[in-house]
């Protein structure tokens, strides 16, 4: 009987439930995904054992020949044992620890079982559970890693004879999603919504047997939601190559957990600063270069800048925020012939000045810059200001509609109130991208489209950018038609900026007044 999404679901929350008087829900990750997907391997690997044994029953093989045959034509990873040669000796499965999780010292040995894992599949697996600081009695007790498992051992069987990973991949999204909306501010070091993966993979349109990469990768959700959007238009995912760099060790191992639970194995993931230490490179030294780029590196992150690389086109971002780093590394990430990227950030990089605003030039002088979509505030779990999206695309790619300026889009209206957070739904997803696709009228200045209430888009040369400054601030060169409410930022702001005009004016006044002799107007 296949199993319902439903059913792993909620099966899968009881067994992380347990760590609730242990630990606060935005450290519940760091167990509960190691003990799922080994749980994963463990049951994957026992059903292809029992397809072994049924096909070569009553056959006179030695132990060597068997182990030699079943590796071959049935396992794709190996399940070692643990302590080999001791009265202790057992398979690191998850049948055969959760035998023993009544005896003393289960933290010690989950963890053994896990390196064991990681040590007989170093091409797949090595570091994939991450430091696993849980497993010490001092940070679980025995006694709550136990009830952990016992839960978890209620979800039926994951091995691709009794679900899909279609069904498997979803519960893990649904576990990232569920412990994002309970700990707020840390999810977001590793969890991006869903509807603004989906918004940036729709615009960036992945095609069958391109590269991805993903610089800050988290878990890995922009590298999967590439893979299904092609399944979804009629291509092939599993075709994509797969990259990504993660600077946590513990958040890399989920975005590899989670590629193999979605059956996607054409993936590499390293772990490391792309700022610092970009592990993507081609032989001569210099950045490696992929089809489709797209990311949601943290923001106004405090950095040590570049002295001497060859990414800092138009100049180095301060130190006090590595907004434009992050941009210039996907810049130079882009493949020449079709490269194109995607990226989320505060709306502060398109008007902050100093080394930002020289940086900000170069890349629209050289007509990198395509389009700046803007967000409704509050979308994100670490986050309640407005972000954009900014989308690049490799010299001389650009459609020739679009060359020499930058397409705005004010998307900031667009959202629903959700409980902890706004969210983007469906059709406002589909608007904006059709927005993003829209034709131009023939002056080259307006957008040709219907996008509903709410969303409004603009052409805009890039002489007229260039006569306002370089300021890429949306509401400078787009109107929403109809009155929205606006956010209070947004009315204190705009009260501030007025309120200064009239005092330089009084003041104009009064100067004039005085300077005509009249009484009682001194300035």
Same mark, same amino acid.
């Given at each position: 009987?296949?199993? $319902?999404?439903?059913?792993i679901?909620?099966?899968?929350?009881? #067994?992380?439930?347990?760590?609730?008087?242990a630990?606060?829900?935005?450290?519940?990750?760091?167990?509960?995904?190691?003990?799922?997907?080994?749980?994963?391997?463990?049951?994957?690997? %026992?059903?292809?054992?029992?397809?072994?044994?049924a096909?070569?029953?009553?056959?006179?093989?030695?132990? %060597?020949?068997?182990?030699?045959?079943?590796?071959?034509?049935?396992? @794709?990873?190996?399940?070692?044992f643990?302590?080999p040669?001791t009265?202790?000796?057992?398979?690191?499965?998850?049948?055969?620890i959760l035998?023993?999780?009544?005896?003393?010292?289960?933290?010690?040995r989950v963890?053994?079982?896990?390196? #064991?894992?990681?040590?007989?599949?170093?091409?797949?697996f090595?570091?994939?559970?991450? @430091?696993?600081?849980?497993?010490? %009695?001092?940070?679980?007790?025995?006694?709550?890693?136990? =009830?952990?498992?016992?839960?978890m051992?209620?979800?039926?069987?994951?091995?691709? &004879?009794? *679900?899909?990973?279609d069904?498997?991949?979803?519960?893990?999204?649904?576990?990232?999603?569920r412990?994002?909306?309970?700990?707020?501010t840390?999810?977001? !070091?590793?969890?991006?919504?869903?509807?603004?993966?989906?918004?940036?993979?729709?615009?960036?349109?992945?095609?069958?047997?391109?590269?991805?990469?993903d610089? $800050?990768c988290?878990?890995?959700g922009m590298?999967?939601?590439? #893979?299904?959007?092609? /399944?979804?238009?009629?291509?092939?995912g599993?075709?994509?190559?797969?990259?990504?760099?993660e600077?946590?060790?513990?958040?890399?191992?989920?975005?590899r957990?989670?590629?193999?639970?979605?059956?996607?194995? !054409?993936?590499?993931?390293?772990?490391?600063?792309?700022?610092?230490?970009?592990?993507?490179?081609?032989?001569?030294?210099?950045?490696?270069?992929?089809?489709?780029i797209?990311?949601?590196?943290?923001?106004s992150?405090?950095?040590?800048p570049?002295?001497?690389?060859?990414?800092?086109?138009g100049?180095?971002?301060?130190?006090?925020?590595a907004?434009?780093?992050f941009?210039?590394?996907?810049?130079?990430?882009m493949?020449?012939k079709k490269?194109?990227?995607g990226?989320?950030?505060?709306?502060?990089?398109?008007?902050?000045?100093g080394?930002?605003?020289?940086?900000?030039?170069?890349?629209?002088d050289?007509?990198?810059?395509?389009?700046?979509? &803007?967000?409704? =505030?509050?979308?994100?779990?670490n986050t309640?200001?407005? $972000?954009?999206?900014?989308v690049?695309?490799?010299?001389?790619?650009?459609?020739?509609?679009r060359?020499?300026?930058?397409?705005?889009?004010?998307?900031s209206?667009?959202?629903?109130? &959700? /409980?902890n957070?706004n969210v983007?739904?469906?059709?406002?997803?589909?608007?904006?991208?059709?927005?993003?696709?829209?034709?131009?009228?023939?002056?080259?200045?307006?957008?040709?489209l219907?996008?509903?209430? &709410?969303?409004?888009?603009?052409?805009?040369?890039?002489? %007229?950018?260039?006569?306002?400054?370089?300021?890429?601030?949306?509401?400078r060169?787009?109107?929403?038609?109809?009155?929205?409410?606006?956010d209070?930022p947004?009315?204190?702001?705009?009260?501030?900026?007025?309120?200064?005009?009239?005092?330089?004016?009084?003041?104009?006044?009064?100067?004039?007044?005085?300077h005509?002799? *009249?009484e009682g107007?001194?300035?």
């Amino acid at each position: 009987m296949a199993v $319902t999404q439903q059913e792993i679901e909620n099966r899968l929350w009881d #067994a992380a439930d347990e760590l609730r008087v242990a630990m606060p829900e935005a450290q519940y990750a760091s167990v509960v995904f190691p003990l799922m997907f080994w749980k994963y391997l463990s049951d994957t690997w %026992e059903h292809h054992h029992q397809e072994f044994l049924a096909e070569y029953v009553g056959a006179d093989l030695s132990a %060597e020949e068997a182990r030699e045959i079943e590796y071959r034509d049935h396992q @794709s990873f190996e399940i070692p044992f643990i302590h080999p040669g001791t009265v202790q000796e057992r398979r690191a499965s998850w049948s055969s620890i959760l035998a023993t999780v009544t005896q003393p010292g289960l933290g010690q040995r989950v963890r053994a079982s896990l390196q #064991a894992i990681e040590t007989a599949n170093p091409d797949k697996f090595s570091r994939l559970f991450g @430091s696993m600081t849980w497993t010490s %009695e001092e940070v679980l007790s025995g006694e709550v890693l136990a =009830a952990v498992m016992q839960a978890m051992d209620r979800t039926p069987k994951m091995h691709e &004879g009794n *679900m899909s990973h279609d069904v498997l991949g979803g519960a893990y999204e649904y576990l990232l999603k569920r412990f994002s909306d309970g700990s707020g501010t840390r999810a977001g !070091q590793f969890f991006t919504p869903r509807e603004v993966v989906e918004l940036i993979v729709e615009i960036l349109d992945p095609k069958s047997h391109e590269s991805v990469y993903d610089p $800050t990768c988290g878990s890995g959700g922009m590298l999967i939601a590439s #893979a299904n959007l092609l /399944k979804a238009h009629g291509g092939r995912g599993y075709t994509l190559k797969l990259h990504g760099q993660e600077a946590v060790l513990d958040t890399a191992g989920v975005a590899r957990m989670n590629l193999f639970m979605h059956n996607l194995t !054409q993936f590499k993931v390293e772990i490391g600063d792309t700022l610092k230490d970009p592990r993507f490179k081609k032989p001569d030294g210099s950045i490696a270069q992929f089809d489709v780029i797209l990311a949601n590196p943290p923001y106004s992150l405090k950095w040590k800048p570049w002295t001497d690389d060859r990414r800092a086109i138009g100049g180095v971002s301060p130190q006090s925020s590595a907004d434009w780093a992050f941009v210039q590394h996907m810049i130079a990430s882009m493949d020449p012939k079709k490269g194109r990227a995607g990226v989320v950030l505060p709306n502060g990089v398109l008007f902050r000045s100093g080394q930002e605003g020289s940086i900000r030039k170069r890349v629209i002088d050289d007509d990198l810059l395509e389009a700046v979509v &803007g967000l409704p =505030a509050n979308l994100f779990y670490n986050t309640t200001i407005p $972000t954009c999206i900014l989308v690049f695309r490799a010299p001389g790619t650009k459609a020739d509609e679009r060359n020499n300026g930058v397409l705005f889009i004010d998307a900031s209206k667009r959202f629903t109130k &959700g /409980k902890n957070r706004n969210v983007l739904t469906d059709a406002d997803i589909a608007d904006t991208v059709a927005a993003y696709h829209a034709s131009f009228d023939v002056d080259g200045t307006t957008v040709a489209l219907d996008g509903g209430a &709410g969303l409004a888009a603009q052409f805009v040369p890039v002489t %007229e950018i260039a006569a306002n400054g370089y300021d890429l601030n949306i509401s400078r060169y787009v109107k929403q038609v109809t009155a929205e409410q606006t956010d209070l930022p947004t009315l204190i702001e705009a009260y501030s900026i007025a309120r200064g005009e009239r005092q330089k004016t009084e003041q104009h006044m009064l100067a004039v007044l005085a300077h005509a002799g *009249m009484e009682g107007f001194d300035a």
